[in-house]
């Protein structure tokens, strides 16, 4: 079984930053993709970002790019998502999730998931 816990969410104004972390356990964390998803309030789930197994490669909702940065670290099994610039629509609960199919974007493709973590930005 595997494992995932978020952390490093909270209460920040807008323009501020926010590191999240998620440490995996349980199986060998360099055999998955791993992504971040979020929930704002009343609304559906949608992809954030990606990395690769290798974390060679990245994808980004159009959302977000230029402001957060998912990398990994494989020999602390941990994926993390620096976000910049945050502004008031990127409050939701944050999601890591595990993928054995590589660099995806649909929520349906990942195996594992995380609690989550809430970030919520004032303006």
């Known amino acids: 079984q595997v494992q995932l816990v978020e952390s490093g969410g909270g209460l920040v104004q807008a323009g501020g930053s926010l590191r999240l972390s998620c440490v995996v356990s349980?199986?060998?964390?360099?055999?998955?993709?791993m992504g971040w998803f979020r929930q704002p309030p009343g609304k559906e789930r949608e992809f954030v970002a990606a990395?690769?197994?290798?974390?060679?490669?990245?994808n980004y909702a159009d959302s977000v790019k230029g402001r957060f940065t998912i990398s990994r670290d494989n020999a602390k099994a941990t994926v993390y998502l620096q976000m910049n610039s945050l502004k008031p629509e990127d409050t939701a609960v944050y999601y890591c999730a595990a993928s054995s199919m590589g660099l995806v974007i649909r929520a349906e493709l990942y195996d594992y998931w995380g609690q989550g973590t809430q970030v919520t930005v004032s303006s």
């Open positions: 349980g199986r060998t964390f360099s055999a998955y993709a």
């Open positions: 990395i690769t197994m290798s974390g060679a490669s990245t």
